[in-house]
């Protein structure tokens, strides 16, 4: 017959102690440590000796006789406490702990128990969240938050500039669709950031009771990285961040149309003509030239009205060139670097060849565009 020995209490208060995930310390109504397990050791870097020998106001800045005192009065009517506060290791380094404190009867006298979690790691993760969320809140950038099915949970101050809105309370009442254009390219590009993907695309959005505007808009998927979620694959939501772009556009827009005006005159005008190389670029100038086939010679000037560069075509193709010390292919090569803010052009026919250009000039102005974009 098998004889099972049963533990003895003492046995079982010392697994169930050892096992508490939490430092805890069995005091004396005056504060001496009775008793502790290993946690609290590794929480404070004392032994079980040390720790024995002390009271805990020893590991509790601010903890006094008196205030023991207050909460033992405070627990007769009460289960436990908790206090909030910091804990000081042997070493003198701190940490952040919350603190159960309740009574027990022990054989001879009553005690208190310090139960202590160490919640370092808590108080930083709230402290980031907090950095985070200021953060957000300042960006200069509109940024709202949806659930799955587009529903506003959060938007920042910029957000409600931006559409004009006084109330947040009254925006998280609405679906991100109320703010964006209708139609099959936003729900595409919905549908693709609830598969994972990120998006970001240029749109015209209505502002209530006054004109549209232009946003730069960027969506990406809310997968929480949480232990809780596991790795984060499931996505909970949308975040759309919204930066206005309508003074560039109107920019755009104005530099377009100049371009487009310079680009008729060098097709259309037999005339001597001019304009800034800021709008159109000297390779799109060559490249107009050279297509309308037309004869005469181009200068380049600096802000300092400075000569940089001249260049003789006949009907199209480039026959001269000279860039700062450069000549011939060299020169061309070199114009798309040579800094010259203004052109004017002169039809005619060019008053010299240069005979070591042997290259169209189209094969030319691609080798100058790859070592612009190497330079870029």
Avoid at 124 to 140: D, G, P, S, V, W
């Amino acid at each position: 017959m098998k004889v099972v020995r049963q533990k003895s209490p003492d046995s079982r208060y010392r697994e169930l102690l050892g096992g508490l995930y939490e430092a805890v310390f069995i005091c004396r109504s005056d504060g001496r440590i009775l008793d502790t397990n290993v946690r609290a050791e590794e929480h404070f870097h004392y032994s079980r000796d040390e720790l024995l020998a002390m009271n805990v106001c020893d590991v509790f800045p601010g903890l006094s006789q008196t205030k023991i005192e207050k909460i033992l009065g405070y627990l007769k009517d009460r289960r436990f406490t908790v206090l909030n506060g910091k804990c000081v290791r042997k070493d003198g380094t701190i940490f952040p702990g919350e603190t159960s404190v309740s009574r027990i009867q022990m054989a001879d006298e009553e005690a208190l128990v310090f139960s202590i979690t160490n919640i370092e790691r808590r108080v930083k993760t709230e402290e980031m969240l907090r950095t985070e969320h200021n953060a957000i809140q300042n960006l200069a950038s509109g940024v709202a938050i949806t659930g799955p099915e587009g529903l506003l949970q959060y938007v920042n101050p910029t957000f409600l500039r931006l559409w004009g809105q006084r109330s947040e309370n009254e925006v998280l009442k609405k679906n991100i669709r109320d703010f964006i254009p209708a139609g099959p390219k936003t729900d595409e590009m919905i549908e693709s950031v609830l598969s994972g993907a990120t998006r970001q695309t240029e749109m015209e959005v209505p502002r209530p009771g006054g004109k549209p505007f232009f946003v730069q808009v960027s969506i990406a998927p809310n997968i929480p990285q949480s232990p809780i979620f596991g790795s984060g694959t499931k996505v909970m939501g949308m975040v759309f961040s919204f930066i206005d772009i309508t003074d560039r556009k109107r920019a755009e827009d104005v530099i377009y149309k100049e371009a487009q005006a310079q680009m008729k005159r060098v097709r259309d005008e037999n005339s001597k003509f001019s304009g800034l190389l800021n709008i159109l670029s000297i390779p799109d100038l060559i490249q107009l030239i050279s297509s309308t086939q037309k004869s005469g010679g181009m200068v380049l000037t600096d802000d300092s009205n400075r000569r940089v560069a001249d260049i003789a075509f006949a009907n199209g193709q480039i026959v001269a060139a000279r860039c700062e010390s450069l000549t011939g292919e060299d020169a061309v090569l070199q114009l798309g670097r040579c800094g010259g803010v203004e052109f004017s052009f002169e039809p005619g026919e060019p008053k010299f060849r240069d005979a070591s250009i042997t290259r169209p000039t189209m094969a030319l102005l691609l080798e100058m565009m790859r070592l612009m974009d190497e330079q870029a």
